[in-house]
Nanobody, 113 residues
Framework: QVQLVESGGGLVQAGGSLTLSCAVSGSIFSISALGWYRQAPGKQRELVAGITSLGSTNYGDFVKGRFTIFRDNANKTVYLQMNSLKPEDTAVYYC???????WGQGTQVTVSS
């Protein structure tokens, strides 16, 4: 089985920073395409950032210039560095492994004004 575990969420004031981690474990040899998604209550889940097996990245329009996605292939971990956080960034953040469509349980990010 494949398991994704997110961590690093918490409470931060507007303008602050957080770095989220997603550790992948289980019956896989390596990680490939991964994405960070977020979902606020009453809202649709949206893509925050994605990274391919070759390292190319893409970002949602609302987070470009503030967030950075990167990975550590040796440790099968993907990160999301979030700077200049805004209250609208408040959501549960989920990690997704595209091959197999595996999801983690999510980590809560709360940004106060």
């Amino acid at each position: 089985q494949v398991q994704l575990v997110e961590s690093g969420g918490g409470l931060v004031q507007a303008g602050g920073s957080l770095t989220l981690s997603c550790a992948v474990s289980g019956s896989i040899f390596s990680i490939s395409a991964l994405g960070w998604y977020r979902q606020a209550p009453g809202k649709q889940r949206e893509l925050v950032a994605g990274i391919t097996s070759l390292g190319s990245t893409n970002y949602g329009d609302f987070v470009k210039g503030r967030f950075t996605i990167f990975r550590d292939n040796a440790n099968k971990t993907v990160y999301l560095q979030m700077n200049s956080l805004k209250p609208e960034d408040t959501a549960v953040y989920y990690c997704n492994l595209r091959v197999g469509n595996y999801w983690g349980q999510g980590t809560q990010v709360t940004v106060s004004s």
